[in-house]
């Protein structure tokens, strides 16, 4: 059989490893796709720049137009980022009726409704398995191997910068910024790091998984997002003195009332697996009514672990070339007729239980006063520790740990005590879940 025909926009990081991958496995890649792989082109915004990859052989242009409307090339492989030129990029690649694999979770996220009603149409594939959780097969795992449960939830680090530096911050006690720049060094970070430190990039991520699990179009403008900037060190030991982690967790449940979808600094018991999954790893529980829980583990970011999942998906899409495209794995796991129409909570709707510190007047009755706001909005106290003041400050730190309550409630609750004369400053807040 002839081989068939890649071209690669994109040799930064993730491309430039897909091409070393691509070349060095390729006999045992054709052995698993029954057909020979080869790139003949690939394009980047600046053809003199040193690459991380071996471009020998590879036609290399400026233009990625000349790949995505070349009639022999038979996949094209989007690696360059963003949800905008890009977008076109791959829709013209459709309607030239080449299949398409990506990692970008922010065009999956933002115009991937879009962009499967047009690949259904022409009958190509657009897979992207790497735009979530970089090495970690999660899409294929929920997708194809949890598809006979019902999903209840699943929670997730799903951001490698922001775990990595979040690691880093709380082992070697390293300043956030030094960190973030590192990241950015290593190929980590997106090309706008606030992305990965305000809780967008998993926001994209959380987007794409839920779809998946629940069978509902891809609905980005309805996360809740929190990103890692204000996670300071004092709630860092804190949580720990309680016996939990704080991490930077996705999560989506579904409830009676619809669906939680969320993106913030989480407690988690530091007993769990994913409260010790460290540096630029990454974690996806996922709950199904008929496995239980379950979790994948595995590099979030990096050249060679998402190559790993762009070729996973090349090598999909080449089997996948000689079925009937109505018999084909769906793109967003359920058939494109069939998505459900459940409402997304907003975040007054959330059930969690959370972690508080506030700073308060060392008198009699302020702990008092504290624990009846929260009494009266049937909020429960599960710990309390009230530290001893520092010798400069007068002010003692109350960190109180309450069970699961309604957000809205817990809304109201921080702005009564905030007003109270005795407490100083703003409550920190920080959801924290058991994951049990
Ligand atoms: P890089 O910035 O390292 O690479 C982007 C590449 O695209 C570069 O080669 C750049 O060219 C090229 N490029 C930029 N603009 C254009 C353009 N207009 N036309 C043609 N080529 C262009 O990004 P990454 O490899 O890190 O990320 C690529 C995608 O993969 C993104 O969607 C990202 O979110 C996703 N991703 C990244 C991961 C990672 O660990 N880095 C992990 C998982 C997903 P030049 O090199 O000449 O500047
Ligand atoms: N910037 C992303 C991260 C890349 O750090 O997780 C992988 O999607």
């Known amino acids: 059989m002839k081989p068939v025909k890649v071209g690669v926009l994109g040799l930064g990081t993730v491309g430039g490893g897909t091409v070393n991958v691509l070349k060095r496995n390729a006999a045992e890649i054709a052995r698993r796709a029954g057909r020979e ?7 980047a915004k600046d053809l003199q720049k040193p690459r991380i990859c071996n471009t020998d052989g590879i036609i290399l242009t400026d233009d990625p137009y000349s790949i995505i409307n070349n009639p022999d090339i038979d996949i ?63 899409i294929k795992a929920i997708r194809e191997g949890l598809s006979g449960n019902q999903i209840e939830w699943l929670a997730g680090i799903i951001n490698g910068t922001g775990n990595f530096i979040l690691t880093e911050m709380r082992d070697k ?8 720049a590192e990241a950015q060094a290593l190929g980590y970070a997106e090309a706008d790091p606030t992305f990965d430190v305000e809780g967008i990039d ?38 720990e003195q309680l016996g939990y982690r704080i991490k930077h967790l996705g999560i989506a449940r579904k409830t009676a009332d619809g669906i939680e979808l969320r993106v913030h600094p989480t407690l988690i018991p530091e007993r769990r697996l994913i409260a010790n999954v460290n540096g630029v790893m990454n974690a ?75 700073s308060a007047e ?6 008092a006063d504290v624990t009846r706001i929260l009494a009266d909005h049937h909020i429960s106290i599960e710990a309390i520790i009230q530290k001893e ?19 809205k409630e817990m809304n109201a609750a921080i702005a009564k005590i905030e007003a109270l004369n005795t407490v100083t400053g703003k409550v920190n807040r920080i959801r924290l879940e058991t994951l049990g």
């Open 362 to 367: 060392d008198k009699p009755g302020v702990l």
């Open 202 to 239: 998993a926001g994209h991520k959380l987007t794409i998984l839920a779809s998946i699990a629940f069978g509902i179009p891809l609905q980005f403008d309805k996360i809740y997002t929190e990103g890692i900037t204000q996670i300071t060190r004092l709630d860092v030991e804190y949580a």
């Open 37 to 43: 792989i080869i790139i003949t082109h690939a394009s």
């Open 76 to 138: 094209v492989l989007e690696l360059i980022g963003g949800a905008g030129a890009v977008k076109d990029m791959v829709l013209t690649a459709i309607a030239n009726g080449k299949h398409v694999v990506t990692a970008n979770k922010s065009l999956i996220a933002l115009h991937g409704n879009e962009i499967f009603a047009k690949a259904s149409e022409k009958g190509v594939i657009v897979a992207f398995e790497a735009a979530v959780a970089g090495g970690i097969p999660i």
């Open 173 to 180: 006690g390293r300043d956030f910024n030094d960190v973030l």
């Open 389 to 407: 003041p520092s010798a400069t400050d007068t002010a003692i730190p109350i960190i109180i740990r309450t069970q699961r309550t309604l957000e």
């Open 284 to 358: 996806v529980l996922v709950k199904g009514d008929a496995v239980g829980a379950t979790l994948y583990y595995g590099a979030g970011a990096g050249a060679e672990p998402t190559a790993s999942s762009v070729v996973a998906d090349v090598i999909d899409v080449v089997r996948a070339l000689t079925s009937d495209p109505e018999n084909r794995v769906p793109h967003l796991a359920f058939q494109a007729n069939a998505l459900a129409d459940i409402p997304v909570l907003t975040a007054d709707c959330f059930q969690t239980a959370y972690y508080l510190r506030l």
